[in-house]
């Protein structure tokens, strides 16, 4: 069957840190992978998406970066974490035109 | 203008009641239209797509209308477990949108 798995659920990390949040996708070959991020009380923005490997689309100028290493592997990943990083991240998975995006259970990343 | 504007309500609503959501999207060339379901702290989940011809499954009914960009989902006999957000989404040349959610609370 087909599934995402995202991890860590939950993350705590002081302003300045590195972070590292994964992406993996089974039961599907070459799907379209998606970043987003949604603030307390607010909706979701996209971040990054991915068509295929090393292939990486920003939306919005930040200081997060994505990367592709692997065909069902997708990464998020920020050098130096600011206060503003901290919200709900989620990954998603194209399913298909009629059927819309499949989520991960996403990672609450505080920057404290 | 945002690509997709919804009420962010919160509607509060008793158990047994009928609630409507609308959302309106600003880009005509939009391709396809869903509901999706957020519970608290969780991810969203496809809850229906939305068809040209209008669609329901089981208490829920969702509308499109083309020429007014704008799309409904209607619920009736509310239950407690709908309580949650509910975000509209269109699909605008490959690229989802959503909307910001409308916050419903069923009460007994």
């Known amino acids: 069957s087909q599934t995402i798995h995202q991890w860590p659920a939950t993350l705590v990390q002081p302003v300045g840190s590195p972070l590292s949040l994964e992406c993996t996708v089974e039961?599907?070959?070459?799907?379209?992978l998606y970043w987003y991020r949604q603030a307390a009380g607010r909706g979701l923005q996209l971040l990054f998406y991915s068509v295929g490997i090393g292939q990486i689309s920003s939306e919005v100028p930040q200081n997060l970066s994505a990367s592709r290493p692997q065909d069902r592997q997708f990464i998020l990943s920020s050098k130096k974490l600011l206060l503003s990083d901290s919200g709900f991240y989620l990954c998603a998975w194209k399913t298909g035109a009629n059927y819309g995006y499949t989520f991960g259970s996403g990672t609450r990343l505080t920057v404290v | 203008r945002k690509e997709v504007e919804q009420d962010p309500g919160p509607f509060n609503v008793p158990e047994g009641a009928t609630v409507a959501f609308n959302c309106t999207y600003s880009?005509?060339?939009?391709?396809?239209f869903f509901w999706y379901r957020q519970d608290c702290r969780k991810e969203p989940k496809l809850l229906m797509s939305?068809?040209?011809s209008g669609n329901e499954d089981g208490r829920f009914t969702a509308q499109l209308n083309r020429a007014s960009q704008y799309i409904s989902l209607l619920i009736r006999d509310s239950k407690l477990s709908d309580s949650a957000t509910y975000l509209c989404v269109v699909n605008i040349l490959n690229d989802m949108r959503f909307g910001a959610g409308t916050r419903l609370t069923v009460k007994p």
């Open positions: 939305v068809y040209s």
């Open positions: 039961g599907t070959s070459n799907p379209n």
């Open positions: 880009n005509s060339a939009s391709q396809s």
